[in-house]
């Protein structure tokens, strides 16, 4: 019975110690997966991160869906929505980018591609300054990011 007793503390003692939590802003780091939490559900333990670097320069929706097709682990193309959620925190996120030497580049004028159809032609993009959205011609040239779920 003591054994028992000491083997159930002991499994206990390890779930607690597993069970990480995260909040708005914290470095996820899990298994190799890297990057910003920027949407948590209630009790911490899921959310979506963004990734801690993004490609460099801009590119068309075309080029970014391409991009966004040779993702791994997980990783994908923002919706409209999470763009949204990512620009209501973006000073948070892009504080913790600074401190791993990366940023958001929410003080410029760079607008992101979501997955988010405007319409046949175009797709929703969002501006990190801003907050701005609009719909944007498929050949037009953005910047994209890649998020996961966690």
């Known amino acids: 019975m003591k054994k028992l007793l000491v083997l159930i503390a002991a499994l206990f003692a390890v779930s607690t110690l597993s069970a990480q939590t995260y909040k708005v802003g914290d470095l996820y780091d899990v298994d190799g997966k890297k990057g910003v939490v920027f949407e948590v559900s209630e ?71 979501s997955t ?16 701005s959205t609009c719909g944007s011609y498929k050949k037009s040239p953005f910047h994209v990011r890649a998020v996961s779920k966690f």
């Open 43 to 113: 009790d911490g333990n899921h959310g979506t991160i963004i990734a801690l670097t993004q490609p460099e320069g801009i590119m068309t929706w075309y080029k970014a869906m391409e991009y966004g097709s040779q993702l791994k682990d997980g990783w994908y193309i923002p919706s409209h929505k999470e763009l949204l959620a990512l620009f209501s925190v973006r000073e948070v996120v892009d504080e913790k980018l600074q401190e791993v030497g990366e940023k958001l580049s929410y003080h410029d004028w760079k607008f992101y591609w």
């Open 116 to 131: 988010t159809e405007f319409n046949e032609k175009c797709m929703w993009i969002v501006c990190m300054k801003t907050g």
